[in-house]
């Protein structure tokens, strides 16, 4: 953690730092375990290139998905501008719980619960990008509207820019993007997670389930649950709590994929190698 950092995180929190320790786990920002003079340890997180305003976007994700109370998030302890920096309260981790136990059962039911407290919109009423790539989340009338043009057409025009994908893929992606509305289940907009691989979910020594890193927004819930299964980490006891206590609408398997073109083709973009390949075969399944 560099000088300025350290300052302004010590003036905003009001108290000095002992120790700052790098963590490992994103793939965007620098982040500390930060241990100060009194014994108290934080998490703190600072991105050199970014905005000044980068972090507000995070914090107020957080806020917004601690307010229905049911599943739980760090504590915003400050946010800064300049240089821009985030301090959260720290999570003391337990590994991963039994996929099958209780702890994996209260995550499912939880989540379902969190969906249906609900969003505004479809997106941000405050129009904040989310992401690496900042893609867009100005309200958009419906799902498949705001899945076509504040994910799959501008993520079409990124992956054109550095060929990271196939022309052809690009080109059959921009076709699934004109008939989304072939797969709307009209349903309103969930509150969601935005990025809900297993890393983002930790679980402390209590067996508590806590969320971190949103990509909050309004959209289907059917997207958080598709991204869970994109990457594992998830054990089957939190799908069975998840459909007991909301059932998806029929023929959810069939679009599975289709929700998880998104994070492939962002991933296919970042990071290219077996992303490109499955970010094809999925765009190809709906072409």
């Not at 003036?11 to 002992?18: C, P």
């Not at 209260?106 to 900042?134: I, K, M, V």
């Not at 797969?183 to 297993?198: M, N, S």
């Not at 299964?229 to 599975?256: C, M, N, S």
Request: net charge negative; hydrophobic share 45%; glycine share 10%.
């Amino acid at each position: 953690m560099d000088d300025a950092v350290r300052g302004a995180v010590e003036a905003a929190i009001g108290g000095s730092i002992r120790s700052a320790r790098p963590v490992h786990g994103g793939d965007v920002a620098a982040s500390y375990r930060v241990t100060l003079n009194d014994g108290t340890t934080i998490f703190a997180k600072t991105h050199a290139a970014a905005a000044p305003d980068f972090f507000d976007t995070e914090a107020a994700g957080l806020r917004w998905l601690l307010e229905p109370r049911e599943l739980l998030v760090p504590d915003v302890l400050a946010v800064g501008h300049t240089p821009p920096f985030l301090v959260l309260e720290w999570i003391d981790e337990a590994g991963r719980a039994d996929p099958r136990g209780a702890t994996e059962t209260a995550f499912g039911a939880s989540l379902a619960r969190l969906h249906a407290a609900g969003a505004p919109c479809f997106g941000r009423e405050d129009r904040r990008t989310t992401g690496s790539r900042r893609l867009p989340n100005d309200p958009a009338p419906t799902w498949a509207e705001f899945y076509r043009s504040r994910r799959l057409l501008p993520l079409a025009r990124l992956a054109l820019e550095p060929a990271a994908l196939p022309e052809r893929s690009v080109r059959q992606l921009e076709d699934v993007a004109a008939r989304l509305e072939e797969f709307d289940t009209a349903e309103p907009p969930a509150r969601l997670h935005g990025d809900l691989w297993a890393g983002n979910r930790l679980v402390d020594g209590n067996g508590r389930n806590w969320l971190i890193d949103p990509a909050a927004h309004g959209g289907s819930r059917e997207f958080d649950l598709a991204m869970m299964r994109l990457f594992g980490g998830f054990g089957p006891g939190a799908y069975a709590a998840y459909a007991e206590v909301a059932p998806l609408a029929d023929g959810w398997q069939d679009r599975v994929a289709l929700h998880q073109i998104a994070p492939l083709v962002v991933h296919a973009i970042k990071f290219g190698g077996g992303y490109v390949g499955a970010a094809a075969d999925a765009i190809g399944r709906y072409a």
